[in-house]
């Protein structure tokens, strides 16, 4: 179906969430490497990419990748150090990264090992250098975004002064719930991607779904996320799309 925020795809639960993820990865890439022989990807933390990334770390899709033409970002960053239990590069370098034929040269991760501010700032430098700075906010050919319960997206929490962002690509916050630091992108780039995919699953993100999809501007952070509903596609399970008007 299609909704005034982008194509929704109801499927029957995550192991099949995460192969549609994982097709729409294959295709995107494939179009945006023959396009311009390179294809930018922000990688998204949380569970359901760990399922998407290992199908794209196996037959048959790896080798309907051409890894190499890939440039490797993230959406967001937990300020932990990069071999930390917590740290979204490690889980993207242990489910995909390491298993596949990127060039550590074409991973960008964000330095969550560094004071927050600094790795925000030092992140915005590397977008410019990667994707070059002529189109402000520049373009990120592919970005796959989860969702949490309270529907944050990236690290857009509800309430946290980051929503407001309009110039920086990349910024810091500090999420009180959680009590720590983030780096995570922001709504204006993240807003102009080629392609964005939110991948998500499960009854616990039903209620935020349905306020994001079918909610006024502002119930949710993961609204601000806003590229013209082509380019923007919700890839949900059953459980999740539950509450919505199908
Ligand atoms: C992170 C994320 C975050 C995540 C959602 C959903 O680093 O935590 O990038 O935005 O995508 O919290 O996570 P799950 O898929 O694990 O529910």
Not at 6 to 32: P, W
Request: with cysteine; glycine share 6%; net charge negative.
């Amino acid at each position: 179906m299609t909704s005034a925020r982008g194509e929704v795809l109801v499927l029957d639960d995550a192991a099949q969430v995460a192969r549609a993820g994982a097709e729409r990865f294959v295709v995107a890439a494939a179009r945006a490497c023959a396009n311009h022989g390179r294809c930018s990807v922000a990688l998204a933390g949380g569970s359901t990419p760990k399922a998407m990334h290992a199908l794209l770390a196996s037959q048959p899709l790896v080798d309907r990748i051409e890894w190499p033409c890939l440039d490797v970002l993230f959406g967001d960053e937990r300020c932990v150090p990069p071999d930390h239990a917590d740290s979204n590069y490690r889980m993207a370098h242990e489910s995909l990264i390491e298993r596949v034929s990127i060039d550590e040269s074409h991973v960008y991760r964000i330095e969550g090992e560094r004071e927050p501010a600094e790795a925000a700032q030092r992140y915005r430098t590397k977008l410019a250098e990667v994707l070059g700075s002529s189109a402000d906010p520049p373009r990120i050919d592919l970005v796959f975004l989860g969702m949490g319960e309270d529907g944050h997206t990236a690290s857009l929490f509800p309430g946290t002064p980051v929503l407001a962002e309009r110039t920086r690509w990349a910024a810091p916050v500090y999420v009180p719930r959680l009590d720590s630091w983030r780096v995570t992108l922001t709504a204006p780039i993240l807003s102009a991607a080629g392609e964005v995919v939110v991948m998500l699953a499960g009854a616990g993100k039903a209620e935020a779904l349905q306020r994001a999809l079918e909610g006024e501007d502002g119930a949710v952070p993961i609204q601000l996320v806003k590229p013209p509903p082509d380019r923007m596609i919700w890839i949900v399970d059953r459980a999740a799309a539950s509450r919505l008007r199908l």
